[in-house]
Nanobody, 124 residues
């Protein structure tokens, strides 16, 4: 019924930028908070950032440099959330997952949905 599809990952060199996108589609009544998580090999999935439907952004406890280098935003008209990543570092290498709380048409409560993930690899 609902899909989250990420795009924008890839292989870049340290210092370069990437912009991830995640578009929600399907029988959507409303979308609440959306966010990005990441999981590096051998590590637990960690929160990168979330953004409410009103545009309030919160960044995860993964280092002050991430808050400076990464920016989350969303376009409610397009049901899309973005993650702009600047000055990428090798330690940013991970699979990045999109997440959203979506209320499906005909239902009263939101459910949590995940995208399939997009690989970001930063070479030194």
């Amino acid at each position: 019924q609902v899909q989250l599809v990420e795009s924008g990952g890839g292989l870049v060199q340290a210092g370069e930028s990437l912009r991830l996108s995640c578009a929600a589609s399907g029988s959507i009544f409303s979308i609440g908070t959306m966010g990005w998580y990441r999981q590096a090999p051998g590590k637990q999935r960690e929160l990168v950032a979330t953004i409410t439907s009103g545009g309030i952004a919160t960044y995860g406890d993964i280092g002050d440099s991430v808050k400076v280098r990464f920016t989350i935003s969303r376009d409610n008209a397009k049901n899309t959330v973005y993650l702009q990543m600047n000055s990428l570092k090798p330690e940013d290498t991970a699979v990045y997952y999109c997440n959203a709380y979506i209320t499906v048409s005909g239902y009263h409560w939101p459910a949590r949905y995940w995208g399939q993930g997009t690989q970001v690899t930063v070479s030194s």
